[in-house]
């Protein structure tokens, strides 16, 4: 994340709290450049494509005789196989930009507890990863209904659950990108591992003959991931997919704390 000029710094707000005034300093970091809202776009652009697709997939299918009628919400869930990027990369780049751009140093000096800063950068990527989602499920979710007609009928409650679902993962996977960011100081490295991690363990996972690839491809963030944003209890119920994802969010952010602490900026 570079900027010409760095947003006054948290000592020089005045702020009351340091925890207050660190997520305030990130929050003005993350909204100041134009990546953050390209990737936004680009997050809710995506998803609207992908389920004006799946939507008119299905469609197709009902006119063929093919029984394919799935509500909106869902499908508008589908489309965040490839949604997440935008996200990913926004994430990313709240850590990755600043030593790209050598900002970080300054950044150190504006809040010198590393651990706060580490902290106040999860909050703020967290909490703009849940609006995000938010909006990317509300906006594919009309996109699904108009595309798939009355073979998308849902309620609203399965509209709330998804939106709350996809708002959810999007707030964890922001944690998880950034974490791993912090670790690999590298924004192509960190994009490319989630993806890897996202997509192409569990297909490649789930192909070996073997009971523990199954086992592992169950527990990978994409998995629970799933069970959360359809809410299809398979291979197990949601609040247990909430802690999968809870548990790789704060595994990775804390080996994020560890090496941001334990080395130099």
Not at 68 to 87: H, S
Not at 108 to 128: C, E, G, I, W
Request: proline letters at 4%.
């Amino acid at each position: 994340m570079t900027t010409d000029t760095l947003p006054t710094t948290p000592t020089d707000q005045g702020t009351g709290s340091p925890t207050a005034a660190a997520v305030a300093f990130e929050w003005l970091k993350l909204a100041s450049v134009r990546s953050t809202w390209w990737g936004a776009a680009a997050t809710v652009a995506t998803a609207a494509v992908s389920a004006l697709a799946l939507g008119l997939s299905a469609a197709a299918s009902a006119e063929s005789g093919v029984a394919a009628e799935q509500a909106a919400p869902q499908v508008a869930a589908m489309g965040l196989l490839l949604a997440q990027l935008g996200l990913i990369t926004v994430a990313t780049l709240a850590i990755t930009g600043e030593y790209s751009g050598g900002t970080i140093a300054v950044s150190l000096q504006a809040v010198p507890r590393r651990s706060l800063l580490l902290t106040a950068k999860a909050v703020v990527v967290s909490a703009f990863g849940a609006g995000l989602g938010v909006v990317t499920s509300v906006v594919a979710t009309v996109v699904a209904v108009v595309s798939m007609g009355d073979r998308g009928l849902f309620t609203w409650s399965d509209a709330v659950l998804t939106t709350l679902g996809i708002g959810g993962w999007l707030a964890i996977l922001g944690i998880v990108s950034l974490g791993l960011g912090t670790v690999l100081r590298s924004t192509a490295g960190t994009v490319t591992s989630l993806l890897l991690v996202l997509l192409a363990a569990p297909q490649l996972l789930m192909l070996m003959p073997f009971e523990w690839s199954t086992v592992v491809a169950d527990h990978l963030p994409s998995t629970a991931a799933t069970v959360v944003m359809s809410r299809v209890e398979d291979p197990y119920p949601v609040a247990t997919a909430l802690l999968v994802l809870v548990a790789w969010a704060a595994a990775i952010l804390g080996a994020g704390r560890v090496a941001l602490v334990g080395r130099d900026a």
